[in-house]
């Protein structure tokens, strides 16, 4: 006889005491946990689930999430929504969130891809009263049709996931069966089919490990489903035993969980009450544990662990030594308690471990510790140590934060087999030597292995561990034959040997640096193809990474599609993994380097002369000679140097020898000679002053500076000058895009207030400054003494007046003169003749 037994290795490495189908727990409002195999646990954040109370969820063998569902719904392994699985678009199942256990998912041996999910209705006593009919009311505790039910008791039904369908949407599986009814009440008792089941469910393996046993209560009767290779068989296995459970008191007699032991010997049920009395609380519940045969699915000697309770939850530990209850507060009992499995008196060892002032669901997680779900919290409590006994057991309140998730009644149920007995596989991949382990705490004489590949079993030997190397790849259902004092007991393990992808060569990846930086963004993907080669990328997946030490490990993957780098050239790691057991992988690796590109700078503005035929230069300077470059305007020009004539955009792209490209963008403005509009001259006055009114042409947008007298300038913004000398002066108006230059003739007038005819060539005449043959021709000037006698009729073309009247020299004195200008001015006043 040999007993392993180890509890060194159980603290150190507690998680090979479980299998990984149930490490992944979905739950409440939009909780979730994940179960790491050092026995931590870790909090999920993508949870789409809402539910008060019935969930489950299922993994693969390595732990990875494949669905979840809350009764009605079905959630892949991202959280989309099952097309044929969604309540809200009528496709939902026949379970129900605020039954106590509103589903259980079971795989099906042989076909990995194959899962039923069990599901429970809330046998309402509203939808009772009005069968066969819809109930289409609103509920004496609150809801309606269809929000918050279908108005119909659905009682106890199955639908079949396949993960080999892509939903619609995406999803990874879908619903192939939906709601295949099984019958668990009496179809001739019109009470009966008013509610059809419970709200309890649990499933363990049968004694071979060949199947499972998915068993559920109804008033007095255990009905027990055998699920094999075959399907589901509808025939159940029924035990007809006490207590009975009355309907006149449901639905809340209905209310409680049921639960098996992961040894397969037990089964314990909590009947959250007894009562006489529909829809109405009655404080008279119980507790009841079981003896379990797994070869049969028969039920017997029922061992009532409490009376006049509310239980809802139960749970055993991993080595199905303690029962644990969770209950309501009533006649002096509640909180959370252990039962000892091994004492002669199970209900009398009754232990109070937490004195909580609400039940919820038990359920023992993959590390061995027991889980219990908190009404309208972000935490559960935990049990840490549940085979020892009373405080030891370590009860801690609120240990595990949910947040942001958060608990209410429920947590998911497994087969309970997945706590027990198990085998663990390593090294998966194909030319492995796949090592075998037997998780056992039970006394056991030997054990028998047989593979699944159709070579023979091995002889029995007292060892725990088994190596077998496979010749192809594929799914093995191995089978440990375990010997105990002449009886033969069976478990099983579904095993993947996968094919390990060839990481094929992969050449280097240059992508145009438009900065030259030396950084830019690569898409990695585009060397995928090459990698993968003639390998499935259904079936592969490739992965880079930074370092070789990430590719082996699988972490940190790159941004492979916009992945920047850090140094140019970089190496980067490649890894191809089959995506059915990532473990089975090659790595490879190719360099990536970013290229120089043309050198351009940001739009470049220029200037159409419209005033000049011959147009504007554009010239393309890309920081190279022109002979490594290639040019393509937007003219379809493609020399590096144009010429235009239209103002607009154009645009250069400059192509390096690397094939590198970048394009230089020009903005070409229209400008042209200001337009005089006019030129205001005010004069006679001691400060001239001239103000030019002047634009650009209609389409220009620009702007000019202003000179007198000078072509070369100075120049100045200002269209306005003054103290301005009398005479002839020229205006210059330049446009500032050097579009050239407009000028225009001005004359400013004044009136010489004295002259000398002395005949020294000085002021020997008098005459109106600034008129002459081009400015005021037509002008009158008359010259007056000061008795009103005329004495000149001065030609404004002329030279002026010599101071003779008549041929004879007036004297020195003053003299009066109006002049009347072609513009229509009379001007007026006096002068004086000096002699």
Same mark, same amino acid.
């Given at each position: 006889?040999?007993?392993?037994?180890?509890?060194?290795?159980?603290?150190?490495?507690?998680?090979l005491?479980?299998?990984?189908?149930a490490?992944?727990?979905?739950?409440?409002?939009?909780?979730?946990?994940?179960?790491?195999?050092?026995?931590?646990?870790n909090?999920?954040?993508?949870?789409?689930?809402q539910?008060?109370?019935?969930?489950?969820?299922?993994?693969?063998?390595?732990?990875?999430?494949?669905?979840?569902?809350?009764?009605?719904?079905?959630?892949?392994?991202?959280?989309?929504?099952?097309p044929?699985?969604?309540?809200?678009?009528?496709t939902?199942l026949?379970?129900?969130?605020?039954?106590s256990?509103?589903?259980?998912?079971?795989?099906?041996?042989?076909?990995a891809?194959?899962?039923?999910?069990?599901?429970?209705?809330?046998?309402?006593?509203?939808?009772?009263?009005?069968?066969?009919?819809?109930f289409?009311?609103?509920?004496?505790?609150?809801?309606?049709?269809?929000?918050?039910?279908?108005?119909?008791?659905?009682?106890?039904?199955?639908?079949?996931?396949?993960?080999?369908?892509?939903?619609e949407?995406?999803?990874?599986?879908?619903?192939?069966?939906?709601?295949?009814?099984?019958?668990t009440?009496?179809?001739?008792?019109?009470?009966?089919?008013?509610?059809?089941?419970?709200?309890?469910?649990?499933?363990?393996?049968?004694?071979?490990?060949?199947?499972?046993w998915?068993?559920?209560?109804?008033?007095?009767?255990?009905?027990?489903?055998?699920?094999?290779?075959?399907?589901?068989?509808?025939?159940p296995?029924?035990t007809?035993?006490?207590?009975?459970?009355?309907?006149?008191?449901?639905?809340r007699?209905?209310?409680?969980?049921?639960?098996?032991s992961?040894n397969?010997?037990?089964?314990a049920?909590?009947?959250?009450?007894?009562?006489?009395?529909?829809?109405?609380?009655?404080?008279n519940g119980?507790?009841?544990l079981?003896?379990?045969?797994?070869?049969?699915?028969?039920?017997?000697?029922?061992?009532?662990?409490?009376?006049?309770?509310?239980?809802?939850?139960?749970?055993?530990?991993?080595?199905?030594?303690?029962?644990?209850?969770?209950?309501?507060?009533?006649n002096?009992?509640?909180?959370?308690?252990?039962?000892?499995?091994?004492?002669?008196?199970?209900?009398?060892?009754?232990?109070?471990?937490?004195n909580?002032?609400?039940?919820?669901t038990?359920?023992?997680?993959?590390?061995?510790k027991?889980?219990?779900?908190?009404?309208?919290?972000?935490?559960?409590?935990?049990?840490?140590n549940?085979?020892e006994?009373?405080?030891l057991?370590?009860?801690?309140?609120n240990?595990?934060?949910?947040?942001?998730?958060?608990?209410?009644?429920?947590l998911?149920?497994?087969?309970?087999?997945?706590?027990?007995?198990?085998?663990?596989?390593k090294k998966?991949?194909?030319?492995?030597?796949?090592?075998?382990?037997?998780?056992?705490?039970?006394?056991?004489?030997s054990?028998a292995?047989?593979f699944?590949?159709?070579?023979?079993?091995?002889?029995?030997?007292?060892?725990?561990?088994?190596?077998?190397?496979?010749?192809?790849?594929?799914?093995?259902?191995?089978?440990a034959?375990?010997?105990?004092?002449?009886?033969?007991?069976?478990?099983?393990?579904?095993?993947t040997?996968a094919l390990?992808?060839v990481?094929?060569?992969?050449?280097?990846?240059?992508?145009?640096?438009?900065?030259?930086?030396?950084?830019?963004?690569?898409?990695?993907?585009?060397?995928?193809?090459?990698?993968?080669g003639?390998?499935?990328?259904?079936?592969?997946?490739?992965?880079?990474?930074?370092?070789?030490l990430?590719?082996?490990?699988n972490?940190?993957a790159?941004?492979?599609q916009?992945?920047?780098?850090?140094t140019?050239p970089?190496?980067?790691?490649?890894?191809?993994?089959?995506?059915?057991?990532p473990?089975?992988?090659?790595?490879?690796?190719?360099?990536?380097?970013?290229?120089?590109?043309?050198v351009?700078?940001?739009?470049?503005?220029?200037?159409?002369?419209?005033?000049?035929?011959?147009?504007?230069?554009?010239t393309?300077?890309?920081?190279?000679?022109s002979?490594?470059?290639?040019?393509?305007?937007?003219?379809?020009?493609?020399?590096?140097?144009?010429?235009?004539?239209?103002?607009?955009?154009?645009?250069?792209?400059?192509t390096?020898?690397?094939?590198?490209?970048?394009?230089?963008?020009?903005?070409?403005?229209?400008?042209?000679?200001? /337009?005089?509009e006019?030129i =205001? #001259? &005010?004069?006679?006055?001691?400060?001239? +002053? *001239?103000?030019?009114?002047?634009? %650009?042409?209609?389409?220009?947008?620009?702007?000019?500076?202003?000179?007198?007298?000078?072509?070369?300038?100075?120049?100045?913004?200002?269209?306005?000058?003054?103290?301005?000398?009398?005479?002839?002066h020229?205006?210059?108006?330049?446009d /500032?895009?050097?579009c050239? =230059? #407009? &000028?225009?003739?001005?004359?400013?007038? +004044? *009136?010489?207030?004295?002259?000398? %005819?002395?005949?020294?060539?000085?002021?020997?005449?008098?005459?109106?400054?600034?008129?002459n043959?081009?400015?005021?021709?037509n002008?009158?000037?008359?010259v007056?003494d000061?008795?009103?006698?005329?004495?000149?009729?001065?030609?404004p073309?002329?030279?002026?007046?010599?101071?003779?009247?008549?041929?004879?020299r007036?004297?020195?004195?003053d003299?009066?003169?109006?002049?009347?200008?072609?513009?229509?001015?009379?001007?007026?006043?006096?002068?004086s003749?000096?002699?």
């Amino acid at each position: 006889m040999k007993k392993i037994t180890c509890l060194f290795l159980f603290f150190i490495s507690i998680n090979l005491f479980a299998q990984k189908e149930a490490s992944n727990w979905f739950f409440g409002i939009n909780a979730g946990i994940h179960f790491q195999d050092d026995g931590s646990v870790n909090v999920l954040t993508n949870s789409a689930i809402q539910t008060n109370e019935g969930c489950s969820s299922i993994s693969d063998s390595s732990g990875n999430l494949l669905f979840y569902t809350d009764g009605r719904n079905v959630w892949d392994r991202n959280s989309i929504l099952m097309p044929n699985g969604n309540y809200a678009e009528g496709t939902g199942l026949m379970g129900d969130p605020s039954s106590s256990q509103s589903a259980i998912i079971i795989p099906k041996m042989g076909d990995a891809n194959i899962y039923y999910i069990f599901t429970v209705d809330e046998p309402h006593h509203d939808n009772a009263a009005a069968y066969p009919e819809q109930f289409a009311g609103t509920y004496t505790d609150g809801g309606t049709v269809p929000a918050d039910d279908d108005g119909f008791n659905n009682g106890f039904n199955y639908s079949v996931v396949d993960l080999s369908i892509t939903g619609e949407n995406g999803s990874i599986g879908d619903i192939s069966s939906r709601n295949n009814h099984l019958v668990t009440y009496d179809p001739a008792n019109l009470e009966e089919l008013r509610y059809k089941c419970s709200e309890k469910v649990t499933a363990l393996k049968n004694n071979t490990g060949t199947g499972y046993w998915v068993i559920t209560h109804f008033i007095d009767k255990f009905y027990a489903f055998s699920v094999t290779e075959a399907g589901v068989n509808a025939t159940p296995v029924v035990t007809q035993i006490s207590p009975v459970v009355s309907l006149s008191g449901y639905r809340r007699n209905s209310i409680g969980c049921l639960k098996a032991s992961p040894n397969g010997k037990k089964i314990a049920v909590a009947h959250n009450q007894l009562g006489t009395q529909t829809g109405i609380i009655e404080e008279n519940g119980t507790a009841v544990l079981y003896d379990l045969d797994n070869a049969t699915g028969i039920i017997s000697n029922p061992l009532v662990i409490s009376q006049n309770t509310v239980p809802y939850g139960v749970e055993f530990s991993q080595k199905s030594r303690k029962l644990y209850i969770s209950y309501d507060p009533a006649n002096g009992i509640n909180g959370v308690h252990q039962y000892n499995l091994l004492s002669a008196d199970i209900p009398a060892s009754d232990v109070l471990v937490a004195n909580t002032s609400q039940s919820g669901t038990l359920q023992l997680g993959p590390n061995g510790k027991i889980y219990k779900a908190v009404v309208s919290s972000s935490n559960l409590d935990v049990i840490n140590n549940p085979e020892e006994d009373g405080a030891l057991c370590s009860y801690g309140v609120n240990q595990l934060s949910l947040n942001p998730g958060k608990s209410y009644f429920g947590l998911p149920p497994f087969i309970t087999s997945y706590f027990s007995v198990s085998i663990v596989a390593k090294k998966l991949c194909l030319n492995d030597v796949t090592e075998f382990t037997l998780n056992i705490d039970e006394e056991f004489n030997s054990v028998a292995w047989d593979f699944g590949d159709g070579t023979p079993m091995t002889a029995p030997f007292t060892g725990t561990t088994a190596t077998h190397q496979y010749a192809s790849a594929g799914t093995y259902t191995v089978v440990a034959k375990i010997t105990h004092q002449g009886e033969t007991s069976y478990v099983n393990s579904t095993v993947t040997i996968a094919l390990v992808p060839v990481a094929n060569a992969a050449t280097a990846i240059t992508t145009c640096d438009p900065d030259n930086d030396g950084i830019t963004v690569f898409d990695l993907t585009q060397n995928t193809p090459m990698i993968l080669g003639a390998q499935s990328s259904t079936l592969n997946s490739v992965k880079y990474f930074g370092s070789q030490l990430d590719a082996e490990t699988n972490a940190g993957a790159l941004n492979a599609q916009a992945y920047t780098n850090h140094t140019t050239p970089e190496t980067i790691y490649v890894r191809i993994q089959n995506n059915a057991s990532p473990e089975c992988y090659q790595t490879t690796s190719f360099t990536i380097q970013a290229l120089r590109s043309p050198v351009v700078k940001g739009i470049q503005e220029v200037i159409i002369c419209r005033n000049d035929p011959t147009g504007t230069t554009l010239t393309a300077v890309s920081g190279l000679s022109s002979a490594q470059h290639t040019y393509l305007w937007n003219t379809g020009e493609t020399t590096n140097t144009i010429r235009i004539h239209s103002p607009g955009t154009y645009k250069v792209t400059i192509t390096n020898e690397a094939g590198c490209s970048n394009d230089q963008t020009y903005l070409a403005k229209p400008s042209d000679l200001a /337009v005089i509009e006019d030129i =205001i #001259v &005010s004069d006679f006055r001691d400060n001239n +002053t *001239v103000t030019v009114i002047a634009g %650009p042409p209609a389409g220009v947008s620009t702007s000019y500076v202003y000179g007198l007298d000078n072509p070369n300038g100075p120049y100045g913004e200002s269209n306005f000058f003054e103290n301005v000398s009398p005479g002839i002066h020229t205006i210059y108006i330049s446009d /500032v895009s050097g579009c050239g =230059i #407009v &000028s225009k003739e001005i004359t400013v007038l +004044t *009136v010489p207030k004295f002259f000398t %005819p002395n005949q020294d060539g000085v002021n020997d005449t008098w005459n109106i400054i600034g008129v002459n043959t081009f400015f005021y021709p037509n002008s009158k000037i008359y010259v007056f003494d000061r008795y009103g006698q005329l004495l000149a009729d001065i030609d404004p073309k002329g030279i002026g007046w010599d101071g003779n009247y008549h041929g004879r020299r007036l004297p020195a004195d003053d003299y009066w003169y109006v002049v009347a200008l072609d513009d229509g001015r009379t001007i007026k006043g006096h002068f004086s003749l000096l002699r």
